[in-house]
């Protein structure tokens, strides 16, 4: 069974940096790209970043970009989020998530998703 | 980049009801990519519909998903008391990933 644990969240100062983790078991890890996905209070979700199964592609939020960095670890099985230069909006549950797919029957496309979530770190931007 | 609007904002209904939630894109998206998810304190965001239309693993039948273009929907048979939650569509377009604001189904 796939399992996705989030850890590092905390209380972090405006201005401050902080590294999220995201461990990964009961999958071939480095076969598949990975979300970081985040929730603020009273909010919505919003979308953070993607990366590649090797590493190589990298997507970005505009609210995120320039700030937070995806990296991941495939010999550990672990993905992480560098934030710097945090902001009191970036308060929020921060969740990673497996990007799966399945092929569409009697054609040669597939549909994509997130398919696999873990149950959240939280973040508290606050002086 | 595509936007996706949900109404209603909040859903109150019955145990046992139906209930009918709309997402709508700001232009025509593909099916492949039109995905939804459920939402509850505390936990796991949990897959439910993805190509629009197709049920997760283990994802009650009462739960369907349909649309095309711009108008999708997931609708609920009937509903069970742990259905009450947050609900959100979510559009890929190949390099940035975008959810509705949600749509809450709460007991009435």
């Known amino acids: 069974q796939v399992q996705l644990v989030e850890s590092g969240g905390t209380v972090v100062q405006p201005g401050g940096s902080l590294r999220l983790s995201c461990a990964a078991s009961g999958l071939t890890f480095s076969l598949f790209g990975m979300h970081w996905v985040r929730q603020s209070p009273g909010k919505g979700l919003e979308w953070v970043t993607f990366?590649?199964?090797?590493?190589?592609?990298?997507y970005y939020a505009d609210s995120v970009k320039g700030r937070f960095t995806v990296s991941r670890d495939n010999s550990k099985n672990t993905m992480y989020l560098q934030m710097n230069n945090l902001r009191s909006e970036d308060t929020a549950v921060y969740y990673c998530?497996?990007?799966?797919?399945?092929?569409?029957?009697?054609?040669?496309?597939?549909?994509?998703?997130?398919?696999?979530w873990g149950k959240g770190t939280t973040v508290i931007v606050s002086s | 980049e595509v936007v996706l609007t949900q109404s209603p904002g909040t859903l109150s209904l019955s145990p046992g009801e139906r209930a009918t939630l709309s997402c709508r894109a700001s232009q025509s998206v593909s099916t492949t990519y039109l995905t939804w998810y459920q939402l509850k304190p505390g936990q796991a965001p949990r897959l439910l519909i993805f190509g629009a239309s197709s049920r997760a693993t283990g994802i009650p039948d009462r739960f369907s998903g349909s649309g095309s273009g711009t108008d999708f929907s997931l609708t609920i048979s009937g509903l069970e008391p742990e259905d009450f939650a947050m609900y959100y569509c979510q559009h890929y377009n190949g390099a940035s990933w975008t959810f509705g604001q949600g749509t809450k189904v709460e007991i009435k």
């Open positions: 990366i590649e199964n090797d590493g190589n592609t990298k």
């Open positions: 998530a497996k990007w799966d797919r399945t092929a569409v029957a009697h054609t040669s496309s597939y549909d994509y998703y997130l398919g696999v």
